[in-house]
């Protein structure tokens, strides 16, 4: 596998801290849902993420490094939380589980208020 290099020129959020909860009329209950300005974020990462012939299904590590357009502290494991789930569902891995994204190695958060963006690399890992 050649090394895969992603970048999404928009300033990175997460998942976590732009979620809403809503009522589930069929079961009764509460449910945590992406809010809309993530839904909108995952799609414009959908439009710049090529996707490849076949998805990445062997052991790799995605390192993630992240532009903020702040210096506003966030948290890492959260960013790249959402990140995975955007690859997994452009196709570019088969899953975000650790038998695929076996590593994160070299990923950092770091700060470009001119052109915040994301930077991914996935590079194959042989054992």
Known sequence: MDE????????PRTKKNHS???FNKKT????VI???QYKEYEQACLWQIRKPAKPVDVPVN???VYYM????????????E?????LVLAGVLADDNSSIAVAHDGSRVLYD?????TEITITELYE
Do not use: F, W, Y
């Open 69 to 80: 357009p702040t210096h506003r502290r966030v948290d890492l494991c959260n960013l790249i």
């Open 113 to 117: 208020k001119d052109e915040p963006r």
């Open 20 to 22: 809403q909860i809503i």
């Open 34 to 36: 992406p809010s809309k």
């Open 28 to 31: 009764g209950k509460r449910m």
């Open 82 to 86: 959402a990140t995975m789930d955007i």
């Open 62 to 64: 995605v390192k993630c």
């Open 4 to 11: 895969i290099r992603i970048m999404i020129k928009m300033p």
